[in-house]
C-alpha cells in the first residue's frame, strides 16, 4: 500500500505545475456537458395538462431532440433545462404565456358554412386549414352559427399550463462549436417539437 501510494505521490510532483491544468481541463470537460445554447440535447418527457391529464409522453419510444436556443421548443421549458446535465431530471410548470400563448379573441373567424365539410359541422371538430406559406393549420370548430361557422385558430394549447416531467438523456456540443472529425458521425438532427393531438 505504501509503495502505490509513494508512486502516486512521486506521479503528482513530477507532474508538478501540470497537475492543476489537468484538473482545470477536467472541470472545464464537466462544465461544457451541461445544456446551453448551441447543444444537442436529447431528452425523454411528459406532457400534462395542469389537473393532471396526460397529454402526450415519449418515454419507450425515441427520445426528442432539438437545438438548445434555436426556439424548437416551448419558450418557459427551454429556460428551465438551461444547466441540466445528463441524467437529470425535472418537473416543469410552464404558464400559457411562456408556453403557446393566451387565448386571443383575433384568432375567432366566421365562415360561410358551405365552406366547411359535413363531418366537421360540430363544435369541437378539428379541421386543416392552409396557412399563408402552405402549411397545414389545425382550426376547431367553436361554433355553429345558422348560416355561418366561428372557427378557432388559436394553437390548441393556447391559455393551457402545461407540466412537464422531463429527463435529459444525452448532451451533444453544437457542430458550429466541435471540431469536424472524419471518423465519427455528424451531431444528430434536431426534431420538431411534438404538437399535441
Same mark, same amino acid.
Given at each position: 500500500?505504501?509503495?502505490?501510494?509513494?508512486?502516486?505521490?512521486?506521479?503528482?510532483? $513530477?507532474?508538478?505545475?501540470?497537475?492543476?491544468?489537468?484538473?482545470?481541463?477536467?472541470?472545464?470537460?464537466?462544465?461544457?456537458?451541461?445544456?446551453?445554447?448551441?447543444?444537442?440535447?436529447?431528452?425523454?418527457?411528459?406532457?400534462?395538462?395542469?389537473?393532471?391529464?396526460?397529454?402526450?409522453?415519449?418515454?419507450?419510444?425515441?427520445?426528442?431532440?432539438?437545438?438548445?436556443?434555436?426556439?424548437?421548443? $416551448?419558450?418557459?421549458?427551454?429556460?428551465?433545462?438551461?444547466?441540466?446535465? $445528463?441524467?437529470?431530471?425535472?418537473?416543469?410548470?410552464?404558464?400559457?404565456?411562456?408556453?403557446?400563448?393566451?387565448?386571443?379573441?383575433?384568432?375567432?373567424?366566421? $365562415?360561410?358554412?358551405?365552406? *366547411?365539410?359535413?363531418?366537421?359541422?360540430?363544435?369541437?371538430?378539428?379541421?386543416?386549414?392552409?396557412?399563408? #406559406?402552405?402549411?397545414?393549420?389545425?382550426?376547431?370548430? #367553436?361554433? *355553429?352559427?345558422?348560416?355561418?361557422?366561428?372557427?378557432?385558430?388559436? #394553437?390548441?394549447?393556447?391559455?393551457?399550463?402545461?407540466?412537464?416531467?422531463?429527463?435529459?438523456?444525452?448532451?451533444?456540443?453544437?457542430?458550429?462549436?466541435?471540431?469536424?472529425?472524419?471518423?465519427?458521425?455528424?451531431?444528430?438532427?434536431?426534431?420538431?417539437?411534438?404538437?399535441?393531438?
Amino acid at each position: 500500500m505504501r509503495i502505490k501510494l509513494a508512486a502516486l505521490s512521486a506521479a503528482l510532483a $513530477v507532474l508538478g505545475a501540470g497537475s492543476p491544468a489537468i484538473l482545470r481541463s477536467a472541470e472545464k470537460t464537466k462544465q461544457e456537458n451541461v445544456v446551453k445554447d448551441g447543444s444537442v440535447v436529447s431528452l425523454q418527457y411528459s406532457l400534462s395538462e395542469e389537473n393532471g391529464e396526460l397529454i402526450e409522453s415519449n418515454k419507450g419510444k425515441g427520445p426528442l431532440k432539438y437545438t438548445h436556443g434555436s426556439k424548437q421548443i $416551448v419558450p418557459g421549458l427551454e429556460k428551465e433545462l438551461t444547466g441540466m446535465k $445528463v441524467g437529470g431530471e425535472k418537473r416543469v410548470k410552464v404558464k400559457p404565456e411562456d408556453a403557446y400563448g393566451l387565448v386571443s379573441p383575433k384568432a375567432f373567424q366566421e $365562415v360561410p358554412k358551405e365552406q *366547411i365539410p359535413a363531418n366537421g359541422l360540430k363544435v369541437g371538430a378539428t379541421l386543416a386549414a392552409k396557412g399563408p #406559406h402552405g402549411q397545414e393549420i389545425p382550426v376547431r370548430v #367553436h361554433e *355553429i352559427k345558422e348560416k355561418t361557422v366561428v372557427l378557432d385558430l388559436n #394553437h390548441p394549447m393556447a391559455g393551457k399550463t402545461l407540466l412537464f416531467e422531463i429527463k435529459i438523456l444525452d448532451i451533444q456540443p453544437s457542430a458550429a462549436s466541435s471540431s469536424p472529425q472524419p471518423d465519427k458521425p455528424a451531431a444528430p438532427k434536431s426534431a420538431p417539437t411534438p404538437q399535441p393531438k
